[in-house]
């Protein structure tokens, strides 16, 4: 079994992280992720504070393992989540989407891990300073909302530039994926794409059935003109908005095309209209199964491949 210095700090099995997909990591498939050996995480999203309340609830009621909540600084009840999170007694703490520095002192006086996710050095290294306990680099290769580095890029730059515990995440569905990881400096992965194919994974058989199917070439990236670009798969919804980023439409009404479609495609499973975020890694993702066998799998196959890489090296 590996331990690194991600599994002795958070008290978990595995140095395994399930991303924070929004409307998709709640409360149930965080605590079979937790229940695994990994470490689950709730998606806070752009929910009330009292949704993700209940969330937690779900997942306290299923698990005593530590599982986090990942906050979207942009939501408009991060204030309201960020508290929320102090008094449920979270064990850690992801975030994306902005800077949590107004927030931090409050969360480690709660004894909160905080582990922000970056796609820059720059934004590595301002993590650092104000006090990350850990850092998730994630590369452009993720499903959701990306960065312009690759995976193989990042990580090592992020390894390079701050002494802290780093995880990779973006385009890690196996184990190749986890040997990769820590070849490149890494002391755990986060996966996603990888875990909406768990069958504690909630989303609409429609949404499940499309990872399960994917190809190479299944995904493609929209947004880039509004400033925060979004890995999904390519649907009727992702075609028609492709072609609109390239006409005179509005930003306020190319911001509004995309309003409520990834709720679409999570709990309707509306394939004309859905935006149906995935990575890169969809391609690699081709059985439904237990989160716990997912994370058994991953991290045995990452290791017999570390362990096994001296006939290479001569």
Not at 230 to 249: C, G, H, N, W
Request: some cysteine; glycine content about 12%.
């Amino acid at each position: 079994m590996i331990k690194t210095p991600i599994t002795e700090m958070l008290g978990i099995d595995y140095p395994v992280f399930q991303g924070g997909m929004a409307w998709v990591a709640d409360g149930k498939l965080a605590a079979a992720v937790s229940n695994g050996g990994g470490l689950g995480i709730i998606a806070a999203g752009n929910a009330p504070a009292e949704v993700v309340r209940q969330e937690i609830a779900v997942a306290k009621s299923l698990t005593d393992r530590p599982f986090g909540v990942n906050i979207m600084l942009m939501s408009p009840y991060v204030e309201e989540v960020a508290k929320l999170v102090c008094e449920e007694q979270v064990a850690v703490v992801t975030t994306g989407a902005g800077n949590p520095s107004k927030f931090i002192a409050d969360w480690k006086a709660a004894g909160i891990r905080i582990i922000p996710v970056v796609a820059s050095v720059a934004m590595a290294k301002l993590m650092a300073r104000l006090g990350a306990d850990a850092l998730i680099a994630e590369g452009g290769e993720s499903g959701g909302h990306v960065g312009e580095l690759t995976t193989m890029v990042l990580v090592p730059l992020v390894c390079d530039a701050v002494d802290l515990p780093v995880i990779a995440a973006g385009g890690i569905a196996d184990g190749r994926g986890f040997a990769a990881a820590f070849m490149l400096g890494a002391c755990g992965v986060q996966m996603g794409t990888r875990f909406l194919s768990a069958e504690e994974c909630g989303i609409s058989d429609v949404y499940k059935q499309k990872i399960l199917k994917a190809g190479d070439l299944a995904t493609a990236v929209t947004g880039k003109r509004l400033g925060h670009p979004v890995r999904s798969l390519r649907t009727p919804f992702v075609r028609q908005y492709m072609k609109a980023e390239y006409t005179d439409i509005s930003d306020e009404a190319l911001e509004g095309m995309g309003a409520g479609r990834l709720r679409m495609a999570v709990k309707d499973g509306d394939s004309e209209n859905g935006c149906f975020m995935s990575g890169q890694t969809a391609a690699l993702v081709n059985k439904e199964q237990p989160a716990a066998d997912i994370i058994r799998e991953v991290v045995s196959a990452g290791e017999a491949l570390l362990k096994g890489g001296s006939p290479w090296v001569k």
